[in-house]
């Protein structure tokens, strides 16, 4: 049975940072595409940041490009998204994902597993 648990969120003020933690059980990451998406209240919810299998290869939403890092660590078998220089507008619920098998896609619906998120809230 796969589970992830996300952790790390809270309130901050705009220009802090925060890393978000995914544990992933009943796969590896090493060998699982992964991703953090968002939701923000009366919004879809959107993709964050994504990571292959291999790890040769990572994507990132333009509005969090040079602000936000994803990242895992085998040991722990978890993905982390760092996430500095925050904004307001990125207050949301934040989600990991993972693939069932992977695929180069970077759409929600391409991921098949997902956690109960965890709040971030970025105050001005």
């Known amino acids: 049975q796969v589970q992830l648990v996300e952790s790390g969120g809270g309130l901050v003020q705009a220009g802090d940072s925060l890393r978000l933690s995914c544990v992933l059980s009943?796969?590896?990451?090493?060998?699982?595409?992964m991703g953090w998406f968002r939701q923000a209240p009366g919004k879809e919810r959107e993709v964050v940041a994504t990571i292959r299998w291999s790890g040769a290869s990572t994507y990132f939403a333009d509005s969090v490009k040079g602000r936000f890092t994803i990242s895992r660590e085998y040991a722990k078998n978890t993905v982390y998204l760092q996430m500095n220089s925050l904004k307001p507008e990125d207050t949301a619920v934040y989600y990991c994902a993972a693939q069932e098998y992977p695929s180069s896609s970077v759409r929600r619906e391409s991921y098949k597993y997902w956690g109960q998120g965890t709040q971030v809230t970025v105050s001005s």
């Open positions: 009943g796969r590896t990451v090493s060998s699982t595409n």
